[in-house]
């Protein structure tokens, strides 16, 4: 068990290794004065005005977008279905039970509110002026 893993660390290690040098083999060419600089760094800006709008347009399109479509559809199987049933078996058949039960102290509570707010109107009708001076009384 040991040996595999120090064989396999060095194994890591010696591909990373060698990774590395391969990018170490292309060269940067240094600038030599400050006009080259800015000459380099226009380019390089022209470059990226004109290139970046595609290279965005491609990472959205092949990278991002399938990853987050593979995401809902493994939401939408294992997830959402699972939420949908349990609402349709367990919680509307008990919540249509339940109103069916109360409906009528629904109804009857709903009276009684609307006698009570019958005989508030008069009061909550007051001008603003008369409710102020009420607060300072």
Not at 20 to 31: C, D, E, G, K, R
Not at 57 to 82: A, C, H, T
């Given at each position: 068990?040991?040996?595999?893993?120090?064989?396999?660390?060095?194994?890591?290690?010696?591909?990373?290794?060698?990774?590395?040098?391969?990018?170490?083999?292309q060269t940067i060419q240094v600038p030599e004065n400050l006009e080259e600089a800015k000459e380099m760094g226009e380019?390089?800006?022209?470059?990226?005005?004109?290139?970046?709008?595609?290279?965005?347009?491609?990472?959205?399109?092949?990278?991002?977008?399938?990853?987050?479509?593979?995401?809902?559809?493994?939401?939408?199987?294992?997830?959402?279905?699972?939420?949908?049933?349990?609402?349709?078996?367990?919680?509307?058949?008990?919540?249509?039970?339940?109103?069916?039960?109360?409906?009528?102290?629904?109804?009857?509570?709903?009276?009684?509110?609307?006698?009570?707010?019958?005989?508030?109107?008069?009061?909550?009708?007051?001008?603003?002026?008369?409710?102020?001076?009420?607060?300072?009384?």
């Amino acid at each position: 068990m040991i040996k595999t893993t120090k064989t396999l660390i060095i194994f890591l290690v010696s591909i990373f290794a060698l990774a590395n040098l391969s990018f170490a083999q292309q060269t940067i060419q240094v600038p030599e004065n400050l006009e080259e600089a800015k000459e380099m760094g226009e380019k390089a800006l022209e470059t990226g005005k004109r290139n970046l709008p595609d290279i965005l347009e491609r990472i959205w399109k092949e990278d991002v977008l399938p990853v987050w479509q593979k995401m809902y559809g493994w939401f939408e199987v294992n997830i959402w279905s699972k939420i949908k049933d349990f609402f349709q078996n367990e919680v509307i058949p008990r919540f249509k039970g339940e109103y069916e039960k109360r409906k009528p102290i629904i109804e009857q509570e709903f009276e009684k509110e609307k006698e009570e707010m019958k005989e508030e109107l008069p009061k909550v009708t007051k001008s603003l002026w008369e409710r102020f001076k009420e607060l300072w009384e």
